[in-house]
């Protein structure tokens, strides 16, 4: 995997591998071993473990927005859409 790109999948997709990670590190399986069974980096291993002990499985939930909240509320975001259709 090249370092800085998105995994492929939907965010959900992307928190059940963070998930079977987890439930295979709790089987007893070493970090490199998991890292391979689920095509993630070494280190992404080791962090997603790290931020389950401090958090909890809060901590490896998909966020469900990034960034800046809007500005528009949900009913101004339907009349730009609507508009835009026109």
């Known amino acids: 995997m090249l370092?800085?790109?998105?995994?492929?999948?939907?965010?959900?997709q992307l928190e059940r591998r963070r998930r079977n990670a987890l439930?295979?590190?709790?089987a007893g399986?070493?970090?490199?071993?998991?890292?391979?069974?689920?095509?993630?980096?070494l280190s992404s291993v080791v962090r997603w473990q790290?931020?389950?002990?401090?958090?909890?499985?809060?901590g490896i939930r998909?966020?469900?927005r990034w960034g800046r909240p809007p500005r528009?509320?949900?009913?101004?975001?339907?009349d730009v859409r609507r508009r835009l259709e026109h």
Do not use: C, I
């Not at 800085?4 to 965010?11: A, E, L, Q």
């Not at 439930?23 to 709790?26: G, I, S, T």
């Not at 399986?29 to 980096?41: D, H, I, M, N, Y």
């Open 50 to 58: 790290q931020v389950y002990r401090k958090n909890g499985l809060k």
């Open 29 to 41: 399986r070493t970090f490199r071993e998991v890292a391979q069974r689920v095509k993630a980096s």
């Open 3 to 12: 370092w800085g790109m998105r995994p492929h999948g939907t965010p959900e």
């Open 72 to 78: 528009l509320s949900a009913r101004q975001e339907d």
């Open 23 to 26: 439930a295979l590190l709790r």
């Open 62 to 64: 998909h966020q469900s």
